[in-house]
């Protein structure tokens, strides 16, 4: 039994969790927000302004000098020096090109943002939310025979913000640089191979969302690599199982940071599979819906199968077996719109908003696409309403709060229906999972129980939970119990007599959104 630190480096800021599992407590929290905290990155929200919005990009650096000063955070509340174990979780899909070898140390005085940045072979990384790759997609399916055979393998479509797809643009866009690179990472190896100093492996969780790793073999497809960049193979980093132990810290993090020599890291994953256990969600049962920058709604599974849609993705759960995701990727950057085009507090938009308007909002319904969205892909982006109407300042502000998360809770429910199973509870963890407004929302167009923990972030939690269950061995099943318990107090019951009003909604959003898709396929004028 001991205290175990989890880390969460997401698109917006970077999470410290510690649990204590004698004590079955979380004794620690910190978080630091990129866009306050380092305004000299230039990255209010985390990624670099860029003219085109199908490109995101993000500088590696700001999440090691993050990094660097929540790991000064914990030596100073006397927590490094007693920690057993760590892991970490982060945004998924993100690539961070290397020359080579990991730096051996910062020289004195020498920052671990700067340190790190002399190995960088590209100054930023592409994360999750770049969809500049479509056509490196359609060609990396016509190799495989076609996005069937490539979802077959992989457990989703060649899809835009994936590694592999990403990988293959910077080859074939910088082919100098790309000769430069040794390594590439994804962001939760490459945070890990900071903390060890050497190049640490990629786990089933989040290699899964690559485009490259085979799910059925466990191993690197090798078709798929070849397809994707000349001389990738040497370039990947190795495969781990989930939870191994990838290292003890480097000593230099001994040295700066007082953590005890030999402190086992384990393998970080993405932050959607170590949200999978940070809810208690391990096996299947449970839905989890996750309300961050992206809205996300995932699942562990029975058996793997995938969406006829293409929208939705298998990944490997870090409790053994296969998990599915479904990512939107107008989650609170959408809410965010609407909150800031009406000036509003979070709590007007949940309290004054939400509770003042009714169930439906009377039939008037928006489509949730401020940015270009991943499910459906909908490349154009800007809110539509009422067919193909552009929605942009509107009067009515209540009303325009309950059109932005209705049309976010029936889009989650129509693109989660391939999945299967009904849920009868859903678990909601993430920033706007405080809210009752949405949650409510959710309880009613999902008709299902909606479920809250006392732990916000469950991505980190997640991690604290996976680096100790691999140092201690201790079973799931008690570190759920312990630490992943729904709040009673924090239940909200979905109400019967709204059933049928969102069956009703559900239908006619789904004829919004095959008309807006419609749009795009065939533009006025073309
Ligand atoms: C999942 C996805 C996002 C990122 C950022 O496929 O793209 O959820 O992991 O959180």
Redesign the pocket.
């Known amino acids: 039994m001991g205290l175990f630190l989890g880390l969460d480096s ?2 917006q800021g970077l999470t410290a969790l510690v649990v204590d599992t004698a004590r079955g407590e979380v004794v620690h929290q910190d978080v630091l927000n990129y866009g306050a905290e380092f305004p000299e990155y230039g990255s209010p929200q985390g990624f670099l302004p860029h003219a085109d919005p199908l490109v995101r990009h993000a500088d590696p650096r700001l999440w090691v000098a993050a990094l660097e000063r929540l790991l000064g955070r914990l030596r100073a509340a006397g927590l490094a020096a007693r920690l057993d174990g760590l892991s970490g979780s982060a ?3 993100g690539t961070v090109y290397l020359t080579g070898s990991f730096p051996a140390a910062p020289d004195p005085g020498e920052s671990l943002a700067a340190c790190v940045g002399r190995s960088l072979a590209r100054p930023t990384a592409p994360i ?1 939310m770049d969809a500049s790759t479509a056509a490196e997609c359609r060609q990396i399916e016509a190799a495989l025979g076609g996005a069937d055979e490539v979802r077959r393998r992989t457990g989703s479509a060649a899809v835009e ?1 994936f590694a592999g797809p990403q990988i293959r643009r910077f080859a074939v866009t910088e082919p100098a640089a790309y000769e430069r690179t040794g390594v590439i990472h994804l962001v939760s190896s490459f945070l890990a191979s900071v903390l060890t100093g050497v190049n640490a492996p990629i786990d089933p969780g989040d290699g899964a ?1 690559m485009n490259l790793l085979n799910l059925s073999t466990g191993a690197w497809d090798g078709d798929l690599v070849s397809a994707t960049a000349p001389g990738l193979s040497g370039r990947l980093p190795g495969l781990c199982s989930a939870g191994a132990v990838c290292g003890p810290v480097a000593p230099w993090l001994v040295e700066r940071f007082g953590l005890r020599p030999g402190t086992p890291v384990v393998a970080w994953s ?3 599979p170590s949200s999978l256990i940070g809810v208690g969600g391990w096996e299947p049962g449970t839905m989890a819906i996750s309300l ?3 809205d ?1 709604c995932f699942a562990a599974m029975r058996a793997p199968r995938v969406d006829p849609e293409g929208c939705g ?1 298998v990944f490997g759960n870090p409790a053994g077996g296969f998990m599915c ?1 479904i ?1 939107f990727r107008n989650g609170s950057l959408a809410r965010e719109h609407i909150r800031d085009l009406h000036g509003l507090t979070w709590r007007q938009f949940d309290g004054d908003c939400l509770a003042a308007t009714p169930p439906g909002n009377g039939g008037n319904l928006m489509l949730p696409y401020v940015v270009p969205e991943i499910t459906p892909r909908v490349l154009s982006p800007g809110l539509r309403r009422r067919g193909a109407a552009t929605f942009e300042a509107g009067g009515d502000a209540a009303g325009d709060v309950r059109a932005i998360v209705e049309a976010q809770a029936l889009s989650l429910r129509l693109h989660s229906q391939w999945i299967g199973e009904a849920p009868t509870a859903l678990r909601l963890t993430g920033g706007a999972s405080r809210s009752d407004g949405i949650g409510q929302i959710l309880a009613d167009v999902f008709q299902a129980e909606v479920e809250r923990l006392d732990v916000g972030n469950s991505a980190a939690l997640g991690a604290a939970l996976r680096a100790a269950q691999a140092v201690e061995g201790l079973p799931w099943a008690a570190l759920a119990a312990r630490f992943c318990a729904p709040v009673a107090g924090r239940r909200l019951h979905p109400v019967a007599a709204n059933a049928a009003l969102y069956r009703d909604l559900l239908k006619r959003y789904a004829a919004l959104e095959a008309s807006c898709r419609a749009d795009e396929a065939s533009p006025p004028g073309r």
């Open positions: 997401s698109t945004q998924q899909h999750w913000r969302g993405g932050d959607n961050g920058t992206s996300t993705h995701l990512c």
